[in-house]
């Protein structure tokens, strides 16, 4: 019986194009990387290859944007323009999910980045992707919140025309921006 995590080989191949069409079409994120040298490294990670096509099932669009120093992974980011479509109208976590009782979201941004294999960016992370295009302008993402935030009841989103960040403590209603919260 074939792992859950691992795609059958049409769609492996199908993916396999796309991924390798969006590298082409944006040399800019990935200057000095070679796509032969990362297509054989996706081939021999079934895991991930699966990840990155639960990505495109929700309407993202999974490109390279490094590799990791440590590790000589590959890293890719969403490089959807806004906020992937399958990826919309969810809360932050699971707690945030819990407590809604009334138009209550189908997930939670943790929730399915776990379902899918995947981590949504740290706002190092969502300002390295900013560097590499306009994102978000419309809609905005999820990011990786501190934990001391999380405990006040707020969530950390991000938006491409929003610099610095804001975030939203939602019992209190409160909206900060990340001048305030720095020292936290």
Known sequence: ??????L?????????????KRFEKNKNR????????????LEANPAKLWSLNEMEITEGEPDVVGVDQKTGEYI?????VESPKGRRSICYDGDALASRKEHKP???????????GI??????????????????????????T???????????????????????ITELN???EQEDFAAL
């Open 8 to 20: 059958p080989a049409s769609v492996k191949d199908e993916l396999l194009g796309i991924l390798k």
């Open 119 to 144: 981590e949504i960016l740290t706002e190092e992370q969502y300002r390295e992707l900013q560097q590499l295009g306009n994102f978000d302008l419309k809609t905005s993402s999820w990011i990786l």
């Open 146 to 168: 501190p934990a001391p935030i999380r405990k006040l009841g707020g969530a950390l989103f991000a938006t491409g025309d929003m610099m610095p960040f804001s975030f939203t």
């Open 1 to 6: 019986m074939k792992n859950k995590k691992e």
């Open 174 to 176: 409160l909206i900060m």
């Open 76 to 80: 890719f980011y969403d490089c959807s």
């Open 30 to 41: 990935h200057k000095s990387i070679d796509w032969e040298k990362v297509a054989v490294k």
């Open 106 to 116: 189908k997930d939670s941004a943790l929730g399915m980045a776990e379902d899918m």
